[in-house]
């Protein structure tokens, strides 16, 4: 069993797809542990994405994260991590494979709809980073 962190981002949440993120990870045999809607600041942002805050787009990356609300969630399985990385796509929505929630919503790299932890280390952060022990289920 692994858990993984998983976000609807501001783009996503706009597109009122939310529910339909959920449904298509709940369809993959993926159990939500924990679940909550909020709306990060401009330094909450830069904290979550801290990894990339040498890249160009550091900084677009976290103006777009703190535009509106977000859905983050735990989500658990048998490897969730690649899982959730397989049902939400390539980064670039273009790169895409088809029927995967970028393909289908995503409009730009950035505004690509979903994040999913990319490996344990990052899951364990993640996690950390919007729920307590309590708070998951
Ligand atoms: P995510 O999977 O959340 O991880 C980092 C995010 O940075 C990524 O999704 C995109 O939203 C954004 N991103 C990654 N690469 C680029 C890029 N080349 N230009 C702009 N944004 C990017």
């Known amino acids: 069993m692994e858990r993984t962190l998983s976000i609807v981002k501001p783009d996503g949440v706009t597109l009122n797809v939310i529910g339909?993120?959920?449904?298509?990870?709940?369809?993959?045999g993926l159990?939500?542990?924990?679940?909550?809607?909020l709306h990060l600041s401009k330094e909450e942002a830069k904290g979550f994405y801290i990894v990339?805050?040498?890249?160009?787009?550091?900084?677009?990356?976290?103006?777009?994260?703190?535009?509106?609300?977000?859905?983050?969630m735990v989500l658990e399985g048998?490897?969730?991590i690649s899982l959730v990385r397989e049902t939400m796509g390539a980064t670039n929505y273009k790169d895409a494979a088809p029927?995967?929630?970028?393909?289908?919503?995503?409009?730009?790299?950035e505004r690509n709809v979903v994040h999913g932890s990319d490996s344990l280390e990052s899951a364990t952060f993640e996690i950390k980073y919007f729920f307590s022990a309590m708070e998951i289920f």
């Not at 339909?20 to 993959?28: G, P």
């Not at 990339?52 to 983050?72: A, C, N, Q, W």
């Open 52 to 72: 990339h805050k040498e890249r160009p787009f550091y900084g677009s990356l976290t103006d777009f994260m703190s535009e509106g609300p977000i859905v983050v």
């Open 20 to 28: 339909e993120v959920i449904s298509r990870f709940e369809k993959k």
């Open 99 to 109: 029927g995967t929630i970028r393909a289908d919503f995503a409009t730009d790299i």
């Open 78 to 80: 048998p490897q969730a």
């Open 31 to 37: 159990k939500v542990k924990a679940l909550k809607m």
